[in-house]
């Protein structure tokens, strides 16, 4: 499916939804049918609101920080800057992600200058490049003080950072799509037991919980589009941008399991311990954000 940028008989099951894997053990899961999309009700990581860096050197330099006059142990000259660590994504984030630091003063990075770099250190800033499904990981262990990540990603790991700054770039929609043949429509189409393939468990389940539908997961990792034409499910839950891969392969969409776009997150302990530097990069950010 394109990359960024999801139903059942209500009154027996309205107030508890079973969810069952892929080897058939049915899993009973309690909350009402609260809501239909995920979103700011559902799975969402704490806010905090981004406070404005403290200090008045008036420097408006590239980086981080101004240079410390004298650096450690007072030699003169030597330019100390504090070191922010964040986590950028690969893929099809990556050219918005740096534009987005390059905007904001903060770094000039492009592709051919990481080249095939995992690490880089320039302006106080170390950008760490990860898959997008590993980005909360490392903000949530600490290993990076912010991230980048769609918020699909996050969905499916929540907790361990604070979620700040939607950043608007790299919007989708994460739905349920069956083939065009079939006979399910809105939820109260669909059969007791539904049988889904994603790459989004945690997100699927949280949405059928809502909705008190029973479902029935098959975690794929690729060409999702093909599970249901070849009668593997009823349909899959999945990432679409323009709709045209699910046209493409003769899916259409009945429900909408909630919207996506990149987020600026942030390690819970970082912004607590180094409240005045990370607090600074995320006004810059925010700022060019809202420019």
């Known amino acids: 499916m394109e990359p960024g940028r999801a139903g059942g008989r209500p009154s027996p099951r309205s107030g508890t939804a079973g969810l069952r894997s892929a080897n058939s053990r049915q899993h009973r ?25 403290r200090g008045d050197s008036g420097w408006s330099g590239q980086g981080l920080a101004p240079p410390v006059p004298g650096g450690r ?9 504090p070191v922010i ?22 770094v000039d990075l492009n ?31 600490g290993a990076a003080d912010l991230g980048i990540a769609g918020k699909d990603q996050l ?28 006979p399910l ?14 790459k989004y468990p945690l997100a699927t389940q949280r949405f059928m919980q809502r909705l008190g539908q029973v479902v029935e997961l098959v975690h794929l990792h690729g060409s999702i589009e093909l599970a249901p034409l070849l009668g593997l499910v009823h349909g899959i839950v999945d990432l679409t941008q323009t709709g045209r891969t699910l046209r493409e392969n003769n899916l259409r969409v009945v429900a909408m399991v909630g919207r ?29 954000v809202e420019a």
Not at 73 to 81: I, V
Not at 91 to 96: E, M, S
Not at 114 to 141: F, M, Q, S, T
């Open 260 to 288: 996506s776009s990149a987020r600026l997150i942030a390690n819970q302990a970082s912004l607590k311990t180094r409240s005045d530097t990370v607090q600074g990069l995320v006004t810059r950010l925010r700022q060019s």
């Open 155 to 182: 969905w499916e790991a929540p907790g361990g950072h604070y979620e700040l700054v939607d950043l608007g770039f790299g919007a989708c929609s994460m739905i349920v799509a069956v083939p065009e043949a079939s």
């Open 29 to 53: 899961a309690s909350g009402g049918a609260d809501g239909a999309q995920l979103g700011d009700r559902s799975g969402r990581s704490r806010l905090l609101p981004c406070q404005r860096a």
């Open 185 to 198: 429509a809105a939820p109260e189409t669909w059969p007791p037991t539904l049988r889904l393939a994603t």
């Open 73 to 81: 142990g007072g030699a003169a000259g030597r330019d100390e800057r």
């Open 85 to 106: 660590t964040i986590a950028i994504p690969t893929g099809t984030l990556l050219d918005d992600s740096l534009g987005l630091l390059r905007r904001a003063g903060v």
């Open 111 to 141: 592709r051919a200058e990481l080249g095939r770099k995992l690490l880089v250190e320039k302006a106080g800033l170390r950008c760490v490049l990860v898959r997008p499904a590993d980005v909360a990981a490392y903000v949530n262990h």
